[in-house]
């Protein structure tokens, strides 16, 4: 069965998609943006929770990776008319992944404190980071479940479950937040910055069961775990270990990114906390046709249509890039409003401020990064993907920050290292998918 490849097609997938990816940066920047403006301690409050906020997006996203996996292999076996034979597989996905999680969320528990004092927090940040995570850790599998759960609805090539369970989540999330951390006048006390991490994780329980009830209601898949081990069990394994350690080099980047804004003093975690919650939010928003390009290249290549896949790689790559510039504008034009939503302190914003201009400056590239990565997914090329971001942190990230170190340029020479972290990421994708599918597109 061919599939359609049109403006109409993609953006049915990408919309929703889109929606549905801005949700867990809408968590983040909403805490940021509230607890930014926390009456007492704001400051250290949004210090934590930019550190917390950090850790707890390299452990998501390090185990999250199996729902690309998931939807990868469901997506193909659509498209080879074969979805029958892969039924089984993921409720076994599911059941070792949240294992996994529950074991590392238990670990981390007892070294919390050391966690945070290798990221530079002390004193008071250090107490509030502690404090948050303790409360925030709690939906770590449940947001991993959710993870599975969308990776089962795209690869059915249905993103519209997802979006909903999204909105869902944020919503709630949103009107939490200003209950919890600001209290309600004799109702509730202010919880502040532990109310922030309460709202999160309500919203995520609610995400969990909405996805639970509609994989049972809008799916042939079920949750009972069935004998023998499918074969393909393996192979997905495998998949997940290649962007497990692929995330595991991606998180040293903003891992280190963090740290070394830390390390600058508060003003300059504070600004570079507002910045990479703008920059993540900018990613899942662009990432919603790298959802397409995922969900619609599995099912090409399962069908054997190169052909069909390279008009979808242009299509996708020219959606994604416009996206990109609408950002751009919108970023340019609202660019001192965007800073006062997430603090009122001065000195933050001034830093914040003065290097700005160099997330806007990369989002086009951003856009290439993020598109073709999902699309590579959807084909299975998990092992150069990994290769791509060992290159890109080790060889490009790492030495371009800590020269600027060196050289004295501060939170500027951060967010160049960013920068050319995903020039190098954009560059390897281009090349790769025109040397292995093009040859394949004039040949089909």
């Not at 953006?11 to 990816?21: D, K």
């Not at 008071?124 to 990776?151: D, H, M, N, Q």
């Not at 532990?194 to 639970?212: K, P």
């Not at 997905?236 to 891992?255: C, H, P, Y």
């Amino acid at each position: 069965m061919k599939t359609a490849i049109s403006f109409k097609t993609i953006n049915r997938l990408a919309v929703p998609a889109t929606i549905a990816g801005i949700a867990e940066p809408i968590l983040s920047i909403t805490d940021t943006a509230i607890v930014g403006n926390i009456p007492v301690d704001g400051l250290e409050s949004l210090a934590a929770a930019g550190i917390v906020g950090s850790f707890l997006s390299m452990l998501i996203w390090v185990l999250g990776q199996t729902r690309s996996a998931i939807s990868a292999l469901i997506a193909q076996y659509l498209g080879a008319g074969r979805l029958e034979d892969i039924k089984t597989l993921p409720a076994q996905a599911i059941y070792l992944n949240i294992t996994l999680s529950i074991l590392i969320l238990l670990s981390t528990i007892f070294l919390v404190d050391d966690i945070f004092r290798l990221l530079n927090a002390s004193g008071k940040i250090l107490e509030y980071c502690i404090s948050y995570y303790s409360i925030r850790v709690w939906g770590f599998p449940l947001t991993l479940f959710v993870f599975a759960v969308i990776g089962i609805f795209t690869g059915l090539q249905n993103t519209f479950w997802p979006m909903l369970i999204a909105i869902t989540g944020a919503i709630l999330n949103i009107v939490l937040d200003f209950i919890l951390v600001f209290g309600i006048d004799g109702i509730l006390d202010p919880l502040y910055l532990e109310g922030a991490a309460w709202a999160s994780l309500i919203a995520q329980g609610t995400m969990a069961l909405m996805a639970f009830v509609l994989l049972i209601a809008k799916t042939d898949i079920h949750l009972k775990l069935q004998l023998p081990i499918h074969p393909e069990l393996g192979r997905l394994i495998g998949m997940s270990l290649n962007l497990f350690v692929r995330a595991i080099a991606l998180n040293v980047a903003l891992i280190l990114a963090v740290r070394e804004a830390t390390n600058l003093g508060d003003r300059y975690i504070g600004a570079h906390t507002i910045a990479i919650n703008l920059w993540l939010f900018s990613a899942f928003f662009i990432d919603g046709y790298a959802a397409a390009g995922n969900i619609m290249g599995g099912r090409l290549l399962g069908a054997r249509d190169y052909h069909g896949l390279w008009r979808l790689t242009k299509k996708i790559t020219q959606y994604g890039l416009a996206v990109s510039f609408v950002l751009v504008l919108i970023s340019s034009l609202f660019y001192k409003p965007l800073g006062d939503i997430f603090s009122n302190d001065t000195i933050v914003l001034e830093t914040f401020y003065s290097v700005f201009f160099i997330v806007i400056i990369g989002l086009p590239i951003n856009s290439m990064a993020f598109v073709l990565d999902g699309l590579f997914k959807g084909l299975g090329e998990m092992k150069y993907l990994r290769n791509v971001l060992l290159l890109a942190t080790f060889l490009g990230f790492v030495p371009i920050l800590y020269l600027s170190k060196y050289l004295g340029w501060g939170l500027h020479g951060i967010w160049i290292a960013l920068t050319f972290w995903m020039v190098i990421r954009s560059g390897a994708l281009v090349v790769k998918f025109w040397q292995k599918f093009r040859p394949l597109a004039q040949n089909n």
